[in-house]
């Protein structure tokens, strides 16, 4: 009977997640209403609130669906942990290349979330797991410290994350600029983290992805080529 009642939870977490990604993609607009999206996933207006809590979680939720990441990510399971770390990123920012204008709104509402609402955490438990075992395993391998703490550093590699986001949000970077600023800000970070196996391979990484980074004060790769096409 419980395994009924879960099935069935989850069945309407699907249908609402669903639901909010199609509306997203219909009105172009992530400020949905709790009610439009509850008449679009065939459920009662309280069962959205019920299962999530809130409309910010629910594009959380949104978020997080990233259809096919794990298969994909499998493809690196022979590397070492720190460069699996900034593959996993490099893939995730990925799906944002695939659908800038679907993330772009998405990530506009989430980031906007109003101050009477509660502001849920942006990542759930199962993803969290996923990056603090690979920042584990590279503490196992030697590659960073013992006495860093992973679950401090996940989270500011997540504040990392967010700013980016911010950024191109407001406009400040194209989306092609995302890459190598998650990428830059992640090798930097670990780095900082780094035993000295592990800092040569991260300064290696960042000597690389500086070159793509676009130096402050000036356009980004896309701006300079567009630029330079009508001069």
Not at 38 to 48: E, H, I, N, Y
Not at 59 to 88: M, N, Q, Y
Not at 201 to 224: D, E, F, I, N, V
């Amino acid at each position: 009977m419980e395994n009924r009642r879960d099935t069935a939870k989850a069945e309407r977490r699907s249908r609402i997640v669903k639901a909010a990604r199609d509306l997203i993609r219909e009105t172009g607009d992530a400020g949905l209403s709790m009610r439009a999206l509850a008449a679009k996933a065939g459920v009662s207006l309280a069962t959205p609130y019920n299962l999530f809590g809130s409309k910010r979680a629910v594009l959380v939720a949104v978020l997080e669906d990233i259809k096919g990441f794990g298969a994909r990510f499998a493809r690196f399971k022979s590397l070492d942990p720190l460069e699996r770390i900034l593959r996993a990123a490099k893939l995730a920012v990925s799906y944002y290349e695939d659908d800038p204008i679907f993330y772009r709104a998405l990530w506009t509402s989430i980031l906007a979330a109003s101050a009477s609402e509660e502001r849920s955490a942006i990542f759930n438990q199962k993803r969290d797991g996923f990056w603090m075992k690979l920042l584990d395993d590279a503490v196992d391998a030697g590659l960073l410290l013992p006495d860093i703490d992973t679950a401090v550093l996940l989270r500011n590699l997540d504040y990392t994350f967010r700013s980016i986001m911010l950024h191109w949000v407001i406009a400040e970077i194209e989306i092609e600029d995302i890459q190598p600023a998650v990428g830059y800000g992640y090798a930097l970070a670990l780095r900082g983290a780094a035993t000295t196996k592990g800092q040569q391979s991260m300064l290696k990484r960042l000597k690389a992805l500086q070159a793509q980074c676009p130096a402050p004060g000036t356009k980004s790769r896309r701006r300079l080529a567009d630029a330079e096409t009508t001069v």
